[in-house]
């Protein structure tokens, strides 16, 4: 349990999760490993299941604050405002001066809007603790009332006791551009950049308003800034695609605004101005095909065409300029429900990309008016960040097959509760006479070296030795020389031999099991053979319902079978298949994990979260990635 606790301490939340588990396991009459569970996977994204695990804690001990305090928070998460509410209430009839509980029943009457009552929480924070953030907090909570006097006024109170610390300018800066006071404003944020400031926000909007006051240069550089913190900011590549516009910095202007419109498909306002500026610069083809593209969403757009006119006309193409003409001649001149269609696309845009930018803006505020809460949340679930997921591969891909191979490296390092022990892999370990590295079963992909490549090559060598000069009837040599084989990818040589295998032993399950992976891996790598596909893929299912009906109990064979009705479209045939390997083993997390991408499929969201959520916590870190995006 200590050690779980130290890796949820470090924010290692996967590694957390496997102690917890072991924990459960070991004394599932335990509500505490249960709590920490669920803060684990809420930080990986997995609220369905962090709202079990403290649900299960708190049936297994009704009067722990943190198991209500903890199912609160996830509960806000879900958009659940009144079971939140209701377990905050809990959790402070327990723990009545637990000041972090205090803070988040705030937190969900603002988002359920009720103003009053989130005041009034803060207020007894306050009470409790003469922390400076309350100020932070209760303007918060007047702003989003729309009363900027008294959200100015609590503003003024964080700044003043905090006057080293950025997040306090931010805020009032945005506060302050909302009441037309630019000069304020200016100056917020030049004080928040001056502490330091690494919200993108504050380095755009000042940005804005250099511009505004015609200081470009430093308007360039704020938003240049800008993108230092964050990359990935399509307001800021946008404000300086435009302002590049103005200063003349046209193909540099042209990079801003295509990498817009590549995150941004629907910014037609910044797909116009790009196709301008490639008019302009001569890139003719590219001008027109933007054009289209805004012509595609609304016909009526005259500008549109007088562009591919021009563009034509540049590229020598008289005739079809003059058709452009007259095209944008008749929309321009003779119809006016043209024109009332033109105006209204034209609107319609700039509210849209006014839109854009205010949602830009909002979701600022909301950064900014969380980045203080954050910093000082004194318990560790409400700020912890994964870092280990960020980068994993989020593709929809089900886990590969599982298959038999020597204990080789392997290039995934994988943590799952997979169960892969069975008496069908340790029978054939005390047959085989060559290698003596036992077998083993697992679908992480081999990265062999050269002198494992070389040992497999003499390990063929002396089993046909064996063939040749001991017992050329003996199944299990031809499967370890199959084995061999398809370890250094001959696999026609490997199909004979598992083919003379069967022959000569009739009921070999492994034989069975490595010829439906070894006629997979060979329809892999010849996929344009039509034919021999067809009649191996129907081998495939034949020999893997022949693993089962020899040994229903082998849960490797289900796994691949429902992966095989998977790649066949039947969906629902696969959970039948996936479910029954789970039977035979209940943390089988592959089998959850492909089970929720079938249920993805035929769009049962409960299902596909349930079934990520397992998975997960039994070590498919994927998951959590895919969880998130159910958020």
Not at 241 to 250: A, I, M, N, Q, S
Request: charged share 30%; net charge positive; aromatic share 12%.
């Amino acid at each position: 349990m200590r050690i779980g606790e130290q890796a949820l301490y470090r924010q290692d939340y996967l590694l957390s999760i496997q102690y917890f588990n072991q924990v459960i396991n070991a004394k599932p009459y335990l509500a505490t490993p249960y709590v920490l569970r669920g803060i684990a996977k809420n930080e990986l994204g997995d609220y369905l299941g962090a709202e079990q695990d403290c649900s299960k804690a708190i049936e297994l001990n009704p009067f722990l604050p943190r198991a209500y305090w903890a199912r609160g928070v996830i509960r806000k998460t879900l958009k659940k405002y009144s079971g939140s509410i209701s377990d905050l209430d809990k959790a402070l009839e327990l723990s009545p001066e637990n000041k972090s509980i205090i803070v988040s029943r705030a937190e969900t009457y603002r988002l359920m809007e009720k103003y009053s009552k989130a005041i009034k929480d803060l207020e007894l924070f306050q009470k409790l603790d003469d922390n400076s953030l309350v100020y932070y907090e209760i303007g918060r909570v007047y702003l989003a009332q729309k009363d900027t006097v008294k959200a100015l006024e609590n503003f003024d109170k964080y700044i003043k006791k905090n006057p080293s610390k950025s997040d306090g300018y931010s805020i009032r800066g945005l506060l302050k551009l909302q009441m037309k006071d630019e000069k304020g404003a200016f100056e917020d944020y030049s004080s928040a950049i001056e502490n330091k400031s690494k919200f993108v926000g504050d380095y755009i909007n000042r940005g804005f308003l250099n511009e505004k006051k015609n200081r470009f240069n430093d308007a360039l550089n704020d938003y240049s800034m800008a993108l230092k913190i964050d990359e990935n900011s399509k307001l800021a590549y946008y404000n300086r695609g435009l302002l590049r516009t103005k200063l003349g910095d046209t193909n540099n202007a042209i990079k801003d605004l295509e990498w817009v419109v590549k995150k941004d498909s629907s910014n037609y306002q910044a797909l116009w101005q790009k196709a301008l500026l490639e008019l302009q610069v001569g890139q003719l083809k590219k001008a027109e095909k933007d054009s289209r593209i805004i012509l595609a969403k609304n016909q009526f757009f005259v500008p549109a065409y007088a562009l591919i006119a021009e563009a034509k006309k540049k590229a020598g193409d008289r005739n079809g300029a003059r058709h452009y003409q007259n095209i944008a001649k008749e929309l321009q001149q003779n119809n006016a429900y043209y024109k009332r269609k033109q105006k209204q696309f034209a609107q319609n845009r700039i509210d849209k990309e006014l839109n854009y930018e205010k949602r830009s803006k909002s979701n600022f505020l909301k950064d900014a008016l969380t980045l203080k809460k954050n910093k000082q949340d004194n318990e560790q679930y409400e700020n912890y960040l994964d870092t280990d997921t960020k980068n994993q591969n989020t593709t929809f891909n089900i886990e590969p097959n599982f298959s038999i191979r020597y204990s080789a490296r392997s290039s995934e390092k994988k943590a799952t509760q997979t169960n892969t022990y069975h008496s069908v892999l340790a029978d054939f370990n005390l047959q085989k006479s060559i290698d003596k590295n036992n077998i083993r079963i697992g679908n992480d992909t081999l990265n062999l070296q050269i002198d494992e490549i070389n040992l497999y090559f003499e390990n063929i060598k002396k089993i046909i030795h064996q063939i040749e000069n001991n017992d050329s009837t003996k199944a299990e040599y031809y499967v370890e020389r199959a084995l061999n084989y398809a370890l250094v990818k001959d696999y026609q040589n490997a199909i004979t031999d598992l083919d003379k295998a069967i022959q000569l032993k009739e009921n070999c399950t492994i034989a069975y099991f490595i010829r439906s992976n070894v006629l997979q891996l060979f329809i892999d790598e010849n996929s344009s053979n039509l034919l021999i596909n067809k009649v191996y893929r129907k081998q495939i299912f034949s020999d893997l319902n022949k693993v089962i009906e020899l040994n229903p109990k082998f849960s490797f064979a289900y796994f691949n079978l429902g992966n095989y009705l998977y790649r066949s479209q039947k969906y629902k045939l696969a959970i039948k298949n996936y479910k029954k390997a789970i039977e035979n083993d209940p943390y089988f997390a592959e089998s959850y994990f492909n089970m929720a991408l079938a249920y993805r499929v035929l769009k049962d969201v409960e299902k596909t979260k349930w079934n990520l959520s397992k998975a997960g916590e039994l070590g498919i870190v994927r998951s959590y990635k895919i969880l998130k995006e159910f958020k």
